[in-house]
Every structure is written in C-alpha cells, then in structure tokens.
C-alpha cells in the first residue's frame, strides 16, 4: 500500500502546481525551466551528500561491482531516462510557450494511456477487462478534449511519449538506490538542457519571491514527486501508476474552476467525468484482481 501511496501523493502534489506557477506569469516560462533545473540539481546532490551519504556510496560500490554486460545496461538506462527527462521538461515548456496550453494539458490525460500500451509492449505487463475497459474510457475522453484541437493532440502526443517512456524505463531491476538513481538523472538532464540556456534570451531581472517560488518547485514539485514516482515502480506495474497520473489533470482542472473560477464547456464536463469514471475502475479492477478475485 505505501508504494501505491507514493504514487498517489506524487501526483496529486503536481496537480497543485499552479498554485506556485502562477505567480511567476510574468516571468519567461524558460527562464522558470532553467532556474528549476538548476536549483533541483543543486538541492538534490546536497541531500544525497549530507542526508544519503551512506546509501550513495553503497550505491557507487555497487555499480563498480556490476559485471560489465549490466553495467552498459545501466549506464544506457541512465542516459535514456536522463534524456527523456529533460527532453518532456523542454518541451513541455516549448509547447506552452509557441503551441498551447491546451496541449500540455491533454498531453497529462494521453500519457497514461502511453504508459499502459509501452508496459503492455514492452514490460509484457498484463491487464484484465476491467483495466483495459478503463483504458477504453480514457482514450474516449482524450479524443472529446481534443476534438477541434488536432495539432494540440499532436504535441500533447510528443510530450507525453517522453514521459511515458521515462516510467517504463524505471521499471528495471538494477539493484541501486533510488533516489542515487534521481540524482542522476536530474543532474544529467540539467547538463543536456545546457543548450537551451545558451539559446535563452537576456534574462529578466529576478525578485526574492521568483528565487522562493523557484526554490519550492525544484523541491516539492520536481525531486519529491519523481522520487515518489519512481519508488512506488519498485512494486506497482508502470500501467497502474501511469494511470494514477490521471489524478494531476483531474486535480488541476477542479483547481481551475473551483479556486481561480475558470470556465468549462460541456465537452471538459464529459471529458474529466470519464477520466474519474476510468481511474476508479481501473483501480478497482486492480485491487480485485490483486485479492484473487479476478483471473
């Protein structure tokens, strides 16, 4: 139960997100990307050097005791979630800035069922009807959200693949501490995103609130819910927590209309109705099946 836990308050931290996001509009969203990475980089070395010492050396006395076939295997595991990390970093941003909101958004409701067809493909994970039922009902919903908003779709499907691809590639069974594993990662994706800080315009100049705002990002909305993220795949199959990603869209949507008064149309009504409909009965179908009551 704490893994399916973690993955729970992992994404329902990320569907507060613009509680602290939208205070900074007025800042460059590359600007927030650049600073957020950095910051996250800096803060989770410091916590694996002053909080994690001993598992962080356990864990580098491990991979220098890796015969060498596992090792390529994980160091190629490494650079591939590093890159797919800061490849959905940067083009979430991207897409926010030149394309639409509207299509981050969606690409929150497609990457569960990403998810669920690459471990289905992949990790040769098994769902029963109740799952895939539930599936079915996701991808319904995803296509009225999108209806009139195809170019959307197409983006929304690009950065959603990244993130995809970045659960299934947690699902491994290298034997090295998770969060030594995040500091890699993070820290690796920060150096493949130098070049859009090179590419990034004059910066603005930068209040005491922005650095606050930045500093609570980088901890409780990047190190903590991917940490989360990644120990509840120690034991739940990536299609279940990748469908428990479905809690962000749905919490940030009940954010915007009920806290900043946003408006709805009937299609965001039906849409997010089927995505609750889906997590509950796909969750459902998971624990029944988990007790033996389905085959």
């Known amino acids: 139960m704490k893994y399916y836990l973690s993955a729970i308050t992992g ?44 598992q962080t050396f356990e864990s580098i006395a491990k991979i220098k005791q890796m015969p060498r076939p596992e090792l390529l295997s994980w160091i190629l595991n490494l650079l591939m979630s590093a890159l797919t990390l800061s490849l959905n970093w940067f083009l979430f941003i ?31 994970e098994k769902l029963n009807k109740g799952q895939w039922f539930a599936v079915f009902l996701s ?18 499907m690009v950065i959603a693949l990244s993130y995809a ?28 995103l130098i070049p859009a800080f090179l590419l ?7 209040t005491p609130v922005f650095h606050v705002l930045i500093l609570v990002i980088a901890v409780f909305y990047t190190i903590i819910p991917l940490f989360l993220n990644i120990y509840a795949l120690k034991k739940l199959s990536s299609s279940v927590v990748g469908t428990l990603l ?17 408006a709805i149309n009937a299609a965001q009504i039906i849409g997010f109705s089927l995505i609750v409909i889906a997590v509950f009965i796909f969750n459902f179908a998971y624990f029944k099946a988990q007790k033996g009551y389905v085959e």
């Open 94 to 124: 991207y897409v926010m800035n030149a394309i639409s909101v509207n299509a981050t958004s969606l690409a929150y409701l497609i990457c569960p069922i990403l998810t669920t067809f690459l471990a289905t493909v992949f990790l040769k």
């Open 246 to 262: 479905y809690l962000n869209p749905v919490i940030s949507f009940l954010l915007a209309v009920l806290y900043y008064n946003e």
């Open 165 to 192: 691809i970045y659960l299934v590639l947690q699902k491994n069974k290298f034997d090295v501490d998770r969060f030594f594993t995040l500091t890699i990662h993070i820290t690796a994706g920060a150096i493949f």
């Open 200 to 206: 990034m315009e004059q910066p603005t100049e930068k």
């Open 139 to 156: 991808l319904v919903s995803c296509l009225i959200l999108a209806y009139g908003h195809f170019i959307d779709l197409f983006y929304s």
């Open 11 to 54: 994404f329902a931290i990320w569907g507060t997100f613009a509680l602290v996001l939208k205070p900074l509009s007025a800042f460059p969203s590359i600007d927030i990307l650049i600073y957020r990475v950095s910051y996250a980089t800096v803060c989770i070395i410091l916590a694996s050097l002053l909080f994690r010492r001993k």
